[in-house]
């Protein structure tokens, strides 16, 4: 009976160790294509950041009065985006639910690859990038931007702990099985990595135990980091900003805008890897029903956002309110496309089921991580453009915020970076958690290594 | 009174105080001193007050603006003062004088001001007038609780200044600041001669660098040596009253009368920008109740070109 069992699972551990590692060996033409494609605009961005460098903020469109633009909105994008890893390993995973099994790891990737491009995003705003160590130096903690510094830090440790430590059971496994598949620095890599992991009962317990302490770290960790960031704003005094809702706002805002970046990788990554077996359909319908859930929730945030001021109509606030809502004013059009494209259409579609589909869902999920990047814009561009006092004795390009070709280009390579970064992730480390497939499964892994 | 300090002892630490001047430690002084050994010996000595409290004889030479000295003088402020601006909107006929004064002293680009004149109605169909617009000095800034490296910071006299040598250029500040006063150089500023070679003065904010920002000052600078600002004494309109709450006395900068100021601000029925927000500004307006100029339409602006309408809902 016993002898039966183990043959079985040694046959389901062999496949599941056939399907999840042999895409790691191999480096297709089409992923090399990708890889240089990343890499080359990246190295456009950076050329473009040493011109900024040499001269000035004034490469790009931000001046006096929107004194911050497309570098604050991609960052707040970044930090959102980044924030899917709590909500899809501890929100979810922490009530139960075992569906989200083959993608946390994918969420978490992720969320580091983003929480890190979110720190270069906002060095590459200032002014005197060569003076950051002053924030050590002269830190004031009064100042939001200290604790946003503090809370990105955090979490970025964090979301390595949550990527790493559920690996090691993985590890082991390569370190055990892929000796003669890979090259001798990539296996020393793992060899270490793996902390020495046998797989004894004893670890198993640790690694639980370890695992539920910092899934509920990531809880507060992750609202605090993305409460901070909309803090930025929502602790001046401006109209716009002025609003005690912005931390709730952003932080459904980021389960939306992470959902999406979700759904968009899980199509790529199965495909890429033939992961049909692991990644089902089923998991792009569980997944649409989470990003309506969590779109509904945002949509109620961005409700009492906008319309409890358009129904006071303040000074100030009606200002506001009408370069968003109409179409005569300078926002208009980018708010409305943005709230359709953005939030109510892959709401609407994602209530049926036909659309809960892989191909839908990613093309669903693209819509709405283009909407939550313009989403960020408005919520950052406008409010600067439209202060209590008149813009006057300036020049026309004092009035509007129209981003350069450099700063578009400086932050696509930011983007690119953080995909880049994805992208390896998930060529040198199994991108599906195998142990935790088998034990789904039913193997017993305490014996199989 | 009780306490007799000789008058020469005072008036020159008074005036190596206030000029920011003070002798390097025993270090620098040495390393001087192998430089300066080939010159000829006759060079005349000075009494110098060095940084750690003693007279010493020094060479003339040795003698130079201390940066960090001077940085810890700007953060300190004047003692005793608080200093208040009084902006008559009647007076102001649109001279941009204050504008060009300022843009000149702190070598700024036409297009950055840290005065600027604004040209605004209270209410729809109420009347334009000219709105000098300086930095409120606060008594509580939205812009100095956000900078996460105290470079920009409020005075014990009430001044907000900025240390362009530790701004790092976040413009965290430019977006807390409800009133725009706030400018940032976007590019290489616009330098003047000698500004290369010259010590940062923080009171003064030159010279200009590029990647921090720069706004007024309330001309700190002037205020030490017992001058009023720049813009103040630019006016030929007698818009401005500037002076010292404490004293509760205020100076007109075009007629330098001197008036009690709680008198003027009761009797004209001053207020403030934005009061609703709470920021305390240190900035007061007169009503432009029986103006002295009339408001001329389609004006160019200050850059000379055509102010683009504003927006309205």
């Known amino acids: ?449 | 009174m009780s306490k007799k300090i000789t008058p020469e002892a005072t008036s020159r630490r008074n005036f190596l105080k206030k000029f920011g001047i003070s002798v390097g430690t025993a270090s620098a002084v040495s390393t001087l001193g192998i430089l300066s050994s080939c010159v000829t010996d006759d060079e005349e000595k000075v009494p110098m007050l060095t940084t750690d409290g003693k007279v010493i004889n020094g060479k003339k030479t040795e003698l130079k603006l201390n940066l960090n000295e001077m940085q810890i003088r700007s953060r300190e402020g004047l003692s005793g003062k608080k200093f208040v601006m009084v902006i008559d909107l009647a007076k102001c006929k649109n001279a941009r004088k204050c504008m060009s004064a300022c843009q000149g002293a702190h070598h700024l680009k036409p297009e950055q001001h840290h005065i600027n004149v604004l040209q605004t109605e209270n209410a729809e169909g109420t009347g334009f007038y000219y709105q000098p617009k300086p930095c409120m000095h606060c008594d509580n800034p939205p812009c100095t609780k956000v900078c996460p490296v105290d470079a920009t910071f409020k005075r014990k006299d009430g001044i907000v200044l900025i240390d362009n040598e530790r701004c790092i250029g976040c413009r965290f500040c430019i977006a807390a600041c409800p009133y725009s006063a706030r400018v940032f150089n976007w590019e290489e500023p616009k330098y003047y001669e000698g500004d290369e070679n010259a010590v940062y003065d923080m009171e003064l904010n030159v010279p200009q660098k590029k990647g921090t920002v720069s706004k007024c000052l309330f001309s700190a600078d002037r205020l030490r040596i017992g001058k009023l600002p720049y813009c103040v004494s630019a006016c030929p309109n007698g818009t401005y009253w500037f002076g010292d709450a404490n004293e509760d006395a205020v100076t007109n900068g075009t007629s330098k009368e001197t008036v009690r100021l709680s008198t003027l601000l009761s009797d004209n029925g001053a207020y403030t920008l934005l009061p609703e927000l709470g920021t305390k500004p240190s900035v007061y307006y007169l009503p432009p109740k029986d103006r002295t100029f009339e408001y001329k339409a389609g004006e160019l602006n200050y850059l000379g070109e055509e102010e683009p309408k504003p927006q309205h809902g």
């Open chain 1, 1 to 449: 009976m016993s002898e039966i069992k183990k043959q079985s699972d040694e046959a389901i551990m062999a496949k599941i160790r056939e399907d999840i590692l042999t895409p790691m060996t191999k480096f297709p033409l089409i992923y090399k294509l990708w890889i240089g494609m990343l890499l080359t605009i990246i190295a456009v961005a950076i050329w473009g950041y040493i011109i900024q460098l040499q001269n000035g903020l004034g490469q790009t469109g931000m001046r006096d009065y929107v004194s911050w633009g497309l570098y604050i909105a991609s960052f707040v994008f970044f930090v959102a985006t980044a924030l899917v890893g709590m909500l899809i390993s501890a929100v979810v995973g922490l009530l139960g639910q075992k569906w989200i099994i083959p993608i946390s790891r994918i969420a978490e990737m992720i969320a580091l690859a983003f929480a890190m491009m979110a720190g270069i995003a906002i060095v590459v705003d200032m002014g005197r990038p060569d003076r950051i160590l002053n924030l050590f130096l002269h830190g004031r903690f009064q100042s939001p931007i200290i604790w946003d510094v503090t809370v990105v830090n955090v979490y970025v440790i964090i979301s390595i702990l949550l990527l790493l430590l559920p690996m090691l059971p993985d590890l082991g496994i390569i370190r055990n099985h892929m000796k003669k598949d890979l090259p001798k620095w990539q296996w020393n890599m793992y060899n270490i990595l793996s902390l020495g992991w046998v797989g004894t009962p004893g670890q198993y317990k640790i690694l639980h135990s370890t695992l539920r302490v910092l899934l509920i770290l990531i809880v507060p960790v992750a609202m605090a980091l993305h409460t901070v960031t909309s803090w930025l704003s929502a602790l001046t005094l401006r109209s716009g900003w002025d609003s005690t809702i912005f931390g709730p706002y952003y932080v459904t805002g980021a389960f939306v805008a992470g959902s999406g970046a979700v759904l968009v990788a899980m199509y790529f990554i199965r495909r890429a890897y033939k992961l049909e077996d692991y990644i089902t359909d089923y998991h792009f319908d569980k997944m649409g029903k989470l990003m309506v859930l969590v779109g509904l929730v945002y949509f109620y945030f961005n409700l009492n956002e906008f319309l409890v001021p358009a129904y006071k109509m303040k000074t100030a606030d009606a200002h506001h309110i009408f370069t968003l809502f109409s179409f005569h004013g300078e926002y208009g059009v980018m708010f409305w496309l943005t709230q359709m494209f953005g939030l109510i259409l892959p709401i609407t579609f994602g209530l049926f089921k036909p659309f809960r589909k892989p191909f839908p869902m990613m093309i669903i999920g693209v819509a709405i991580v283009i909407g939550a990047w313009f989403k960020r814009v408005i919520i950052v561009v406008p409010t600067l453009a439209h202060p209590f006092l008149p813009v006057q004795n300036v020049p026309e390009n004092f009035h509007h915020y129209v981003p350069t070709g450099l700063e578009i280009t400086v932050t696509l390579g930011i983007l690119a970076a953080a995909i880049l970064i994805v992208s390896i992730l998930v060529k040198i480390f199994p991108v599906i958690p195998m142990w935790e497939i088998a034990e789904e499964k039913g193997v017993d892994i305490h014996k199989d290594l």
